[in-house]
């Protein structure tokens, strides 16, 4: 049972260095989402993708871009990564929200911008 | 702007102590609210409640939601080590694909 993979698990950039964060999940579910985790912050939701070829910003999308590339996979990409984007980011699925539904995540990619 | 909120921000207890933590909220269209426990790595669903006074219990642990007075809590009783972890609390999805609006989390740790 796979769930949702993500890979790298961990990376460090150079600021101002580009990067993909690569996301998969294998419950056919249509709703797919990044988030951001910061220390005292919680998760915060950077972009969601309702279904394949939509996609939609969250509550933190400056400096982020994304790429729904099929029903599985969900990409996030930091185009000039900045000291600010140091973060653990979270990817996770859902099927569309309903009165039972709960989000699966994946297990993070911890990323250090210096 | 939603707002979920959660207290303490961190606790620390003594195994077998029994805990009880707190998330209030302001939210519009409220459909649900859901815990996660999150220890090293990705969240892991514990609850999802939708109706006032309602528990719901999974072993040690249970927890219920007061849509009149907006709050919900999470209680552990009996702790043990394993159960240290950051719990979280979101404002579930409300249609559609919006996600979750999380709070900042309850740091667990609970002494041998």
């Known amino acids: ?114 | 702007e939603d707002k979920v909120v959660q207290s303490p921000l961190s606790l620390v207890v003594h195994e077998g102590d029994t805990v009880t933590l707190n998330c209030s909220y302001e939210v519009t269209n409220f459909r649900s609210l859901l815990w996660y426990k999150q220890e090293k790595k990705a969240p892991t669903f514990l609850f999802m409640l939708t109706s006032s006074g309602i528990e719901k219990k999974s072993g040690r642990l249970s927890s219920i939601l007061d849509k009149k007075e907006l709050f919900s809590i999470l209680n552990i009783t009996a702790t043990q080590t394993g159960d240290s972890a950051v719990y979280l609390c979101a404002r579930g999805g409300r249609g559609g694909a919006d996600g979750l609006t999380f709070g900042k989390g309850t740091h667990l740790i609970i002494q041998p």
């Not at chain 1, 709703?31 to 309702?50: E, K």
């Open chain 1, 1 to 114: 049972n796979a769930g949702v993979t993500q890979t790298p698990k961990f990376q460090v950039l150079k600021t101002g260095q580009s990067m993909t964060l690569q996301c998969a999940q294998d419950m056919n579910h249509n709703s797919m989402y990044w988030y951001r985790q910061d220390p005292g912050m919680g998760l915060r939701l950077i972009y969601y993708s309702a279904s394949e070829g939509t996609t939609d910003k969250g509550e933190v999308p400056n400096g982020y871009n994304v790429s729904r590339l099929n029903k599985r996979e969900f990409s996030l990409r930091l185009e000039s990564a900045a000291p600010s984007q140091t973060s653990v980011y979270f990817c996770a699925s859902s099927e569309p929200w309903t009165v039972n539904t709960e989000a699966f995540f994946g297990q993070g990619t911890r990323l250090t911008v210096v």
